[in-house]
């Protein structure tokens, strides 16, 4: 097997990784792929939380069989770099869920990369992912969509939306449709902006104090993220585990 040549930030889709992240990576990393086959009709959740440590490269390889659904929902909050890629390949009726976090400050850079191949008809994804950072942290979303020309009436949505919280923090995301058959419904957004201060000023006024008001703030906008989750003492635990980061904030 030959393997992988480390990547640079004028690959496409390490366009905006962390260079230093990237001279310390190492080609044995880049080949590391975890695989999972589903069997047709067969249903797979999975929560995944990459703290301090767990940082580095996290590759995922994900095959639906027909009818199949996996659902993966992840918090990145490492403090050097750190990276979930997923690659998905949809058989006819599957579906795949995500729901994502990268939530932290430093000089840190955290990014989900996704590649869904909807390769048959009648598939189904949805992808909503939460980005909060502050300091020089940096979050980052690159999400491909490829529908096959075969793939008719598949349904995939991506919603990506970052908050800043400081100045010098950055977010950055690049959605991407790629489709080639015409009995489709593809939609993706992407917004990134500050706390609500028309909020922040509506709990002052109610003796809210600031930080407390933050934190609720930034729970509701990262609760998007575990909507589809229909465990709800597994969705608080994901959202308590990206909170306690931003409670750890200097």
Known sequence: MTLATLPTTRDEAWRYASSKGLA????????????????????????????????????VRLT???????????VLTGGEYTRLEVEVRLARGAHFE??????????????IVTRLDHAEPEATSNQVVRSVHWGKGTGNFLGTIE??????????????????LEKGASVNAVPQLEIFADDVKCAHGATVGQLDETARYYMAARGIPPELSRRL??????????????????????LELALAKLDSRP
């Open 98 to 111: 995500l729901g994502g976090v990268t939530l932290g400050g430093s000089e840190s850079t955290r990014e």
């Open 147 to 164: 529908v096959a020309r075969d793939a008719q009436k598949t349904d995939a949505a991506q919603s990506f939306k970052g908050l800043l």
């Open 24 to 59: 310390a990576l190492t080609p044995e990393a880049l080949d590391n792929w975890k695989e999972i086959e589903l069997a047709a009709g067969e249903t797979r959740r999975h929560a995944l939380v990459l703290g301090d440590q767990h940082a580095g490269v996290h590759r």
């Open 217 to 238: 703030l930034v729970q509701a906008f990262l609760g998007d993220a575990f909507v589809a989750l229909d465990d709800e003492s597994e969705s608080e635990r994901l």
């Open 64 to 74: 639906l069989g027909e009818g199949a659904r996996a659902e993966l929902f992840a």
